[in-house]
């Protein structure tokens, strides 16, 4: 995602925090890792990460990312010393598993400046030759509650610029990148 030294990133459905050292890699320690997530168990994990690496930078909302408004996260945000609008977006594996995910896609888009860079990862049934392992593929969702046809990296093809494109693990794992 091409993420800049001292940019604000949100993490929506950040989960654990897996995405955070990557990003945090790359924002330093003059930019601001913002993560969202619906349970209180999983920003448990993402704090104790936070915590151990001593990121003073990261600020975690507890938030459906579906239902709860923008401006009420943002507000949360700014109270926590972020900005209202983050530089760039991405929701990795979390999508699907909220419904319905396009007020999620929405509120990620509200919550991004003018010319932000939004990102989704997601699952889909896999194709070609590897569409064998479409029952293996469909069981990891159901389990995962994720919904295998959602589909989310469409929104970013339909509302964004400048797409860029990967397909991995025979078409299962879908990323899309693109510019608001
Ligand atoms: C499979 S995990 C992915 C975590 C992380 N993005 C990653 O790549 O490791 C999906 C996360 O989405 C969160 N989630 C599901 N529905 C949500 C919602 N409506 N609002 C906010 N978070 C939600 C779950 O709690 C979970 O932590």
Redesign the pocket.
Known sequence: MELREGEQVL?????????IPLIQERVGAGGVVVG????AE?LAQARKRAARHSWENVILIQ??????RAADIAAEVTRAGGRARSDVAL????LS???PWES?WETMRELTTASARLGV?DMQRPTGISALLTPLARAACRL???DIEAHPWTAVERDCAEIRAASVRGGHLQMRVGTT
């Open positions: 993490d929506i459905g950040c989960g654990t925090g897996m995405n969202i997530d619906r349970s999983m938030a459906d990312a579906t239902t709860m929701a990795t594996y979390a598993l909220m419904q999620a990862l995962g509650g994720a």
